[in-house]
C-alpha cells in the first residue's frame, strides 16, 4: 500500500491547484466543519460529551444523583473497574485480550487476606497481594510468548486456574478481621472528603499517561497492536514488551483487589465475578480498537466512569439490578458498533 501511495505521488508531483476565485473565507469555513467532524470522530471525546449528557439526564430524573456525595460515589464505585481496566488498555492496544482479570483479582486478593491475617503483618499483605497478581500476569505473558499459545485460550485457562486458586486456598470461605489500616486503603477519605481510591486512580492514571505518551514502552505497545511483525523487524523485543504488559495487566488486578478488599472490610473468593466483562467494556467504550494500535489511557478512564454512571444511575432510578448487566452488554455493542462505523468512514 506504500509503494502504491508513493507511485501516486510520483505520478502526480504537481500538488492540487486550488479553485479559482476562492475566497479566504469560503476555505476557512470547509476547514473548521472538518475540524468539528474530526474532533467529534474521536470516539474518547464523543464518550465524554455522552457521560455529560447522562449526568444532565439523571440529575433532572433524580434529585438524589448530582449531589457531592453521589458524585465521590461514582468516584469510589469506579476505582477497582478502572485500576484493572488501566492494565487491559495496554492488552487490547497490543492486539490482545485478558479474560483473566476478575480471577487474578479474586486469588490476589485471597493470598493478600490469608497473609494479613496470619502475620498481622500490612506491607507483606500488600506486597503478597500485589506479587501475587504480577506472578499470574507474568504467567499469562509467557503462555503467550514461550508457548505460543494464542491471548484468548491463555488467559481463559487462566481464568480457571487462580479462580480455582482462590477458592482452594481460602476453602470457599470469606476471609474476615482485616486490620484498620487495610480498610482505610478502601473506606478511607483525605480531608473527610475526597475517597483514598479515587486518590489512588489519579496516580495510576497519572502514572499510566506518561508511560504510555512519553516513554519508550509506551511506544512499543502501540508499535505491537499495529503491526506486531513490522516492531518486530524495526528491533522491538516483541516478547518481552508482551510479557510486560500482561504482568502489568495482573498487578493491577491486584491493586484493585486491595481497594475492594478495604472498601468491603473483607476478602471474597468469588470476588472479581464478570469484572473481565467491565473493564474490556469500559476501555472499549473509551474507543480502543479490537483489532490494536488504538486506545487511549484517559478514554479508557471515561469509558469506566460511563460504565459506574449507567450501574448507578439505574439503582438511584430504582431498576431492577438484573437488567444492569443487559444494559452494560448493550453498551460494549454500541461501543465497538461505533468503533467499526468509523472505520468505514
Given amino acids: 500500500m506504500d509503494q502504491l501511495g508513493m507511485s501516486n505521488k510520483q505520478a502526480n508531483p504537481l500538488p492540487p491547484q486550488e479553485p479559482a476565485g476562492g475566497s479566504g473565507s469560503a476555505a476557512v469555513a470547509p476547514a473548521g466543519r472538518t475540524g468539528v467532524r474530526a474532533l467529534l470522530g474521536n470516539q474518547g471525546i464523543t464518550m465524554f460529551l455522552i457521560l455529560i449528557l447522562m449526568w444532565l439526564v439523571l440529575a433532572f ?44 483479582f479474586a486469588a490476589s486478593a485471597v493470598v493478600g487476606g490469608t497473609v494479613l491475617t496470619s502475620t498481622g503483618n500490612l506491607w507483606l499483605a500488600l506486597a503478597t497481594t500485589l506479587g501475587m497478581g504480577a506472578l499470574l500476569g507474568l504467567t499469562n505473558g509467557l503462555l503467550i510468548t514461550r508457548i505460543r499459545v494464542p491471548p484468548f485460550i491463555a488467559t481463559l485457562g487462566m481464568m480457571g486456574i487462580a479462580r480455582g486458586l482462590a477458592l482452594i486456598i481460602s476453602k470457599g470461605i470469606p476471609i474476615y478481621g482485616l486490620d484498620e489500616r487495610f480498610r482505610w486503603i478502601g473506606q478511607g477519605k483525605v480531608f473527610d472528603v475526597i475517597p483514598v481510591p479515587t486518590l489512588i486512580v489519579i496516580a495510576v492514571y497519572a502514572i499510566f499517561f506518561v508511560m504510555m505518551n512519553y516513554t519508550r514502552f509506551g511506544r512499543f505497545v502501540y508499535s505491537i497492536g499495529s503491526n506486531a511483525e513490522a516492531a518486530r523487524l524495526s528491533g522491538i523485543h516483541v516478547s518481552l514488551v508482551i510479557v510486560g504488559i500482561y504482568t502489568i495487566a495482573g498487578l493491577m488486578s491486584g491493586l484493585a483487589s486491595i481497594v475492594e478488599a478495604g472498601r468491603l472490610a473483607t476478602v471474597q473468593p468469588a470476588g472479581g465475578n464478570g469484572y473481565e466483562l467491565l473493564a474490556i467494556g469500559a476501555v472499549l467504550i473509551g474507543g480502543a480498537s479490537t483489532f490494536g494500535g488504538e486506545g487511549s489511557i484517559l478514554a479508557t478512564l471515561i469509558g469506566a466512569l460511563l460504565v459506574t454512571t449507567i450501574r448507578n444511575g439505574l439503582n438511584i432510578l430504582g431498576v431492577n439490578a438484573f437488567w444492569q448487566y443487559v444494559v452494560n452488554g448493550i453498551v460494549i455493542i454500541a461501543a465497538v458498533a461505533i468503533d467499526q462505523y468509523r472505520r468505514r468512514r
Fill in 61 to 104: 430524573l433524580s434529585p438524589y444523583f448530582f449531589t457531592v456525595d453521589n458524585i465521590f460515589e461514582i468516584t469510589l464505585q469506579t476505582a477497582v473497574v478502572a485500576l484493572i481496566a488501566a492494565g487491559s488498555t495496554l492488552v487490547i492496544i497490543s492486539g490482545g485480550i485478558d479474560l483473566s482479570v476478575g480471577s487474578v
